[in-house]
């Protein structure tokens, strides 16, 4: 089998693979791996097809058995890789042998270029080789470092969003290429299509997409970036998302704990009121209430005020 068909044919387990995370399908997924695991791998079949980084993402699922195995087939493809390279066994006693006799030299730092860190699968990576991709260290794509070029739109401001977008939805993800392309593209467009001036990039048009990138890019929020991407939430839905739509897990429920909290705090208020003629009861139309405000909601949203009417009994509230 041709090494063109060997790509071929990871690629297509791959896509598999993705439709049957995106399913849930653990049954499917271990039926995938047992195929993918009879594959010969070679340092330059993992930088093209990024297989290596999509297996060890596995590595931590919820599904013990698709753990294990994505755990073997990385350890096996390590230990391949390692075959292929049988010069680094000569070339560290070569470096051990010049560290001896030149013991005075000043040591050469030998970090990754910012290149290599922001795109380790990059021909010519010093860790393009290995099949590990670090879960601590964040990835970042961009159309530059995935070597894509975008459709011009004929505005400037609109092919940098467009880049931009590109770069949020791509943010430590393992998603092919052409896919976030499309993606980032249909989302400007459809923003522009909404919000433009004389079919021009508006304020609100930048803001819109200034919003997007930050909830998109932002790394306590994966599974909105996934849910874009992988299509389970539809370019028209996502575009008309407020920042609240966007938000986490986490902030949705920290915002739900402040909300409580101060509802908590307010108990204390109700023995507070003032009395007061501002107000009309709707029910008796008289004016005489007792009323008392508080923050029921984040502290970036306006005070509740609460009202009492004192001849009917009649409440009512508004903010």
Known sequence: ???????????????????????????????????????????????????????????????????????????????????????????TASTKSESTTSSSKPKVDTKPSPAQIQNPSREGSSTASSPRTPTDTPRSRTVRTDGMRIKTTGDDVRDKCIEMLYEALGFNSNAESERLLSKATSIEATVFKKLSVDNKPSKDYKSKIRTFFMNLKDKNNPKLREAVVDGDVAVEDFCEYTTQDMASAEAKARDRAIEIENMKNAKGAEEQQAETDMFKCGKCKGRKTRYYQMQTRSADEPMTTFVTCINCGNRWKFS
């Not at 499917?28 to 980084?53: C, H, N």
């Not at 698709?66 to 073997?72: H, N």
């Open 1 to 91: 089998m041709g090494s063109t068909n060997v790509e071929q044919d990871m690629l297509d387990l791959k896509k598999s693979l993705q439709d049957a995370q995106t399913k849930g399908n653990a049954s499917q997924i271990i039926s995938l791996l047992k195929q993918l695991s009879k594959f010969t791998v070679t340092p330059a079949l993992l930088r093209k097809t990024e297989m290596g980084l999509f297996v060890n993402k596995m590595k931590t699922h919820e599904n013990s058995e698709v753990s294990r195995m994505a755990k073997d087939i990385v350890k096996s493809w390590k230990a391949q890789v390692m075959k292929d390279t049988p010069s680094s066994t000569a070339s």
